[in-house]
C-alpha cells in the first residue's frame, strides 16, 4: 500500500512569492493535516482538511491556506513568503474523522526555503 | 493549552546499552499519546500508540509505557541504525473530530557502535 506522498521534494523562493505544495493521502484516508516543522523548533500544527473542507487551523496568519480535491489529495499554499516560513512542512492523512482511528500517518515533507 | 516536554533532549548510547526517553504531558483530557521516529530530513514515521494509563506496547528493541502524566519509551541493546529523533505527541479530548496533534521538541538519538 503506497504511503503518504507530497511533491515537490524541495522548493526555493524569495521573500514575497507564493508557494504552492502537494499531498496526496493513503488510499482511503479522507483526512489530511498539515505541520511546520522550523528548524529548532517542534512539528506546528497548521491546517485540517476533511472530505473537501478545512475543518480547522493552527495559530498561523491567513496567508497560509490550501484546499482538498475530490480524490482528497490537497495543496498548501503560502502567500507573501517571509524568511521564517523556510521549513520542512509535512502531510498526513487519517482514515476517518468519526471513526476510531486516530493515527496520522505522515509523507516525507516539502522543504521549503525563502531567500 | 496542551503541552508536551521531552527530555533528554539529546542521548548518546553505546550499542548494547539501554536506556528510556521521557514524554511528560499537559492535557485536558487525553485521547491518545503518539511516539514518532524522525530520521534527518525525513517524515516522522508512526511508532505506538497508547490510550490509557498502564498499557504497554512492544515492537522490535523498543517498549512504550504510559502513566497519567508520562510516557516512556525504552530502548532495549540498541544499535546504530535505531540512531534517529523520537518524537512525542498528544491528542486531547478538547481536539474533538479535528484530532490534531500536539508535539514535543523531540529526543535525538546516537547509537555509538
Known amino acids: 500500500e503506497a504511503g503518504v506522498t507530497q511533491s515537490p521534494t524541495h522548493l526555493i523562493k524569495t521573500r514575497g512569492q507564493q508557494a504552492t505544495l502537494r499531498c496526496s493521502p493513503i488510499s482511503g484516508h479522507t483526512s489530511v493535516y498539515w505541520y511546520q516543522q522550523a528548524l529548532g523548533l517542534g512539528l506546528q500544527f497548521l491546517l485540517w482538511y476533511d472530505e473537501g473542507e478545512e475543518r480547522n487551523r493552527g495559530n498561523f496568519p491567513p496567508r497560509f491556506s490550501g484546499r482538498q480535491f475530490p480524490n482528497y489529495s490537497s495543496e498548501l499554499n503560502v502567500n507573501a513568503l517571509e524568511l521564517e516560513d523556510s521549513a520542512l512542512y509535512l502531510c498526513?492523512?487519517?482514515?476517518?474523522?468519526?471513526?476510531?482511528?486516530?493515527?496520522?500517518?505522515f509523507g516525507p515533507g516539502t522543504r521549503l526555503t525563502v531567500l | 493549552e496542551d503541552q508536551v516536554t521531552q527530555s533528554p533532549e539529546a542521548l548518546r548510547l553505546q550499542e548494547g546499552e539501554s536506556s528510556s526517553l521521557n514524554c511528560s504531558y499537559t492535557?485536558?483530557?487525553?485521547?491518545?499519546l503518539f511516539w514518532y521516529r524522525q530520521d534527518p530530513g525525513k517524515g516522522p514515521e508512526f511508532l505506538f500508540t497508547l490510550y490509557s494509563a498502564g498499557e504497554e506496547k512492544e515492537k522490535e528493541r523498543l517498549k512504550a509505557t504510559l502513566t497519567k502524566k508520562e510516557s516512556f519509551l525504552h530502548i532495549t541493546a540498541p544499535k546504530p541504525e535505531d540512531s534517529a529523533t523520537y518524537l512525542c505527541a498528544v491528542q486531547s479530548l478538547s481536539s474533538g473530530s479535528a484530532r490534531q496533534l500536539t508535539f514535543g521538541s523531540g529526543t535525538q538519538l546516537t547509537v555509538l557502535p
Open positions: 492535557v485536558s483530557g487525553l485521547r491518545g
Open positions: 498526513a492523512s487519517r482514515h476517518h474523522r468519526s471513526g476510531s482511528y486516530n493515527e496520522q500517518f
